[in-house]
């Protein structure tokens, strides 16, 4: 009898995948999962060569295509309306499509609105650090809001799995999630009433060039920076087939002693993703740099890299299809390239998405810079988005530099006259040219009366070093 036992255990270690034809799923189609609602969304996972899985959901049985000589299989769930918990069976089968392995059962599954949370350090900030935390890690209890964070990982090469599991979000788990992933995904599922889960994929002190394909580079030489594509290899690769509502970024510090390659390079990152996502141009909203510059003193005047690439930035939310921008001029810190205050970036980037992910008729963006008439020794501008209309925060406004034909930049005062800003200087009497926030760090104020501050702009189109500040 001891003989035969071992015997079999030999057996079972020598050939269990064979024998079993065991499945397995992604990490992200785990328990607590949250599926894309009203879309093709996809169950999948690993397997040996030639198996197959039943994924039985709802009611319905959704069975795979034929497995590959890999082993990966694919199941896909159309139109799926929102709700949950749920629970999930996937059942795996031989090569014969007919013999059953194992069967996995998937508990906490919800269906609602899925979206992935990326870039680098100030969106890897955890709650736990933002400012004054207390209050909103104590009210963090909400079951329909679901939380993925992607464990770091470089490669050279696509992967097709990734580190994580999925969390409800409570006083535990919320500290150490994104601190703009949280605000943004609390105040989307506040207003849209359905689950919603946030799958976190950052990495401090990274380049844009590194969450780009290696295609996408290679046919674009010009965009080059250090370890490129690493980081789209292993940690978004892995998670494209599973299907999502939209993406939020903050990135671009690392960018910006290249800004006008930014110019280039950001829009085509977005559409990168978007292809190889294969969901159409779904929702890319970002956060524009804050405001930061360690050398800055009150006054101070700097054709700042900032600036340039704040403009880049802004030049992609007025060019790109379904593309919105976040302005946090009012949050930065002088000295601390990680603004504390999280809260503001979340809840504009959950405005940019009620409105162009789900078409809600609001005011999502502040003022933003149209046009420029010089008159009568003063500069006139007008502005698009100025909703209620134009208001300078707590004080009069400040924050505008103007110049003539020298381009030599100098304080100017500004006034709000029927919804337009009037700029001048008697140091200029012949305005050609008008900034405004045009610095690293910069103290600002020109809002629209909806509660959103305008994006720093210029008139000019000088290149770097060109400025005489």
């Not at 401090?204 to 996408?216: I, K, L, R, Y």
């Amino acid at each position: 009898m001891k003989r035969f036992l071992l015997f079999g255990a030999i057996l079972a270690l020598l050939y269990p995948a064979s024998a079993r034809a065991d499945i397995k799923t992604h990490p992200i189609c785990t328990d607590g999962m949250v599926l894309q609602q009203k879309t093709k969304a996809h169950v999948f996972g690993f397997g040996d060569a030639g198996s197959s899985a039943v994924v039985s959901f709802r009611g319905k049985e959704y069975r795979s295509v034929a497995g590959t000589d890999a082993g990966d299989w694919r199941v896909t769930l159309d139109n799926l309306e929102a709700g949950g918990p749920f629970e999930m069976t996937v059942t795996g089968y031989t090569e014969d499509g007919k013999t059953k392995a194992n069967t996995i059962t998937l508990k906490d599954v919800y269906v609602g609105e899925v979206w992935v949370c990326s870039g680098q350090s100030n969106m890897e900030w955890k709650l736990g650090q933002s400012f004054q935390p207390k209050d909103d890690i104590e009210k963090a209890t909400n079951p329909n809001i679901r939380l993925f964070t992607v464990g770091r990982a470089r490669s050279p090469m696509p992967l097709k799995t990734v580190n994580g599991n999925w969390s409800a979000c409570d006083p535990k788990s919320a500290p150490g999630f994104s601190a703009v992933g949280y605000y943004f995904g609390r105040d989307l599922q506040a207003t849209l009433k359905v689950p919603v889960g946030l799958i976190h994929t950052s990495w401090g002190g990274t380049a844009a060039e590194e969450w780009t394909s290696v295609p996408v580079l290679a046919a674009n030489p010009e965009h080059k920076n250090g370890n490129q594509s690493t980081l789209y290899n292993g940690m978004l690769a892995p998670l494209m087939p599973f299907a999502i509502k939209g993406a939020i970024w903050y990135q671009g510090e690392s960018n910006a002693s290249k800004p006008e390659l930014y110019r280039t390079l950001f829009p085509m990152m977005i559409k990168n993703w978007r292809d190889d996502w294969k969901q159409g141009d779904f929702p890319f909203l970002f956060v524009q740099l804050a405001p930061y510059e360690p050398n800055w003193t009150p006054g101070k005047v700097s054709d700042h890299n900032w600036g340039h690439l704040r403009e880049a930035q802004l030049f992609t939310a007025q060019t790109v299809k379904n593309a919105g921008m976040a302005v946090i001029t009012d949050v930065g810190d002088v000295k601390d390239i990680h603004p504390t205050k999280k809260g503001p970036a979340g809840a504009r980037l959950a405005l940019a998405a009620r409105a162009i992910a789900y078409g809600e008729k609001i005011v999502y963006s502040g003022p933003e810079y149209d046009k420029m008439e010089a008159r009568d020794g003063k500069a006139i501008l007008s502005f698009k988005n100025i909703g209620a209309g134009l208001t300078a925060k707590d004080g009069e406004l400040k924050g505008f530099t103007v110049a003539g034909a020298d381009n030599v930049f100098k304080p100017a005062k500004a006034e709000i006259k029927d919804d337009k800003v009037i700029v001048s200087s008697a140091e200029v009497t012949e305005p050609v040219s008008v900034r405004y926030g045009w610095s690293g760090f910069m103290e600002v104020n020109l809002w629209n009366k909806d509660g959103l501050p305008a994006s720093p702009f210029r008139t000019d189109k000088l290149k770097r070093g060109e400025a005489k500040p």
